[in-house]
T-cell receptor, first 114, second 115 residues
């Protein structure tokens, strides 16, 4: 069965510090992986996605993620946190085959301290 | 290009009632998916529509249903509402169906509260 695990429901960093949000997946087919961000009372916004090819994926707002097949991971990083990065982040796995649905992790709420 | 729109943004209903939520996809997108978001269960897939046909369904009871119109707009209906149906319902659209490489663009959601 396909699944996504996000380690840490809450992560707190200081402004200017490295942001690291962890995501591990389980998939019986080649995975397609996504990171979404959700600000309060809003929908989900795509940060970046991995389908095939380059394993280091760059997204919006300075975020990037590296696909590591051997570790079944797709961790999200940003070198320097901004206050505006405070939000909830979701890692998602494409359903596989003919299924277009996304399988989401439980989310990680990022807090940024001044 | 306008994004995904959902109406209404907020709804309050009582147990036993039914509710209909609406979603208008991005122009040109033909696939619409629905997700339920709750604090306890997180984001869960409800169903996916393409060309007016349900193509994929999540693990939800039959009280949850949907449809898609010829202009790709979609509605979802929940009958006999239960307290546990209180959630944020998110709609997402994508260009094609069943292609997991295709990006799903989400609307702002409809916040349903069941009293």
């Amino acid at each position: 069965a396909q699944s996504v695990t996000q380690l840490g429901s809450h992560v707190s960093v200081s402004e200017g510090a490295l942001v690291l949000l962890r995501c591990n997946y389980s998939s019986s087919v080649p995975p397609y992986l996504f990171w979404y961000v959700q600000y309060p009372n809003q929908g989900l916004q795509l940060l970046l996605k991995y389908t095939t090819g380059a394993t280091l994926v760059k997204g919006i707002n300075g975020f990037e993620a590296e696909f590591k097949k051997s570790e079944t991971s797709f961790h999200l990083t940003k070198p320097s946190a901004h206050m505006s990065d405070a939000a909830e982040y979701f890692c998602a796995l494409g359903g596989g085959g003919s299924q277009g649905n996304l399988i989401f992790g439980k989310g990680t709420k990022l807090s940024v301290k001044p | 290009k306008a994004g995904v729109t959902q109406t209404p943004r907020y709804l309050i209903k009582t147990r036993g009632q039914q509710v209909t939520l609406s979603c208008s996809p991005i122009s040109g997108h033909r696939s619409v998916s629905w997700y339920q978001q709750t604090p306890g269960q997180g984001l869960q897939f409800l169903f996916e529509y393409f060309s007016e046909t349900q193509r994929n369904k999540g693990n939800f009871p039959g009280r949850f249903s949907g449809r898609q119109f010829s202009n790709s707009r979609s509605e979802m209906n929940v009958s006999t509402l239960e307290l546990g149906d209180s959630a944020l319902y998110l709609c997402a659209s994508s260009l094609v169906q069943g292609l997991t490489t295709d990006t799903q663009y989400f609307g702002p959601g409809t916040r349903l509260t069941v009293l």
